[in-house]
């Protein structure tokens, strides 16, 4: 059965940061592409960043040059850290794994909260 685990949510001021991991078991994760998603309240849930099997990292408009995306094949995790947080970074915030192949199949994590406020 396929696991995973978000942590390292919080609250934290504007400006700060955090460190966002996802823990996963259950699946060959060095086959995976991972992603980090996150849903505000009254918005659609959106991708922040992903990174591909062979460690591609890619970020939407809204976060890049703020957050860093990682992965340990070896440790089967993947890592948020976010950086010069915003209030509008406060959302639950979702781990991401799709499988390798032509039938894709996604799994989620059950979130962690984020919020940036003073």
């Known amino acids: 059965q396929v696991h995973l685990v978000e942590s390292g949510g919080g609250l934290v001021q504007p400006g700060g940061s955090l460190r966002l991991s996802c823990a996963t078991s259950?699946?060959?994760?060095?086959?995976?592409?991972m992603g980090w998603y996150r849903q505000a309240p009254g918005n659609k849930r959106e991708l922040v960043a992903s990174?591909?099997?062979?460690?591609?990292?890619d970020y939407s408009d809204s976060v890049k040059g703020r957050f860093t995306i990682s992965r340990d094949n070896a440790k089967s995790m993947v890592w948020l850290q976010m950086g010069s947080l915003k209030p509008e970074d406060t959302a639950v915030y979702y781990c991401?794994?799709?499988?390798?192949?032509?039938?894709?199949?996604?799994?989620w994590g059950r979130g962690t909260q984020v919020t940036v406020s003073s």
């Open positions: 259950g699946l060959y994760f060095r086959n995976y592409a």
């Open positions: 991401n794994a799709n499988s390798p192949g032509a039938i894709k199949v996604v799994y």
């Open positions: 990174i591909s099997a062979d460690g591609r990292a």
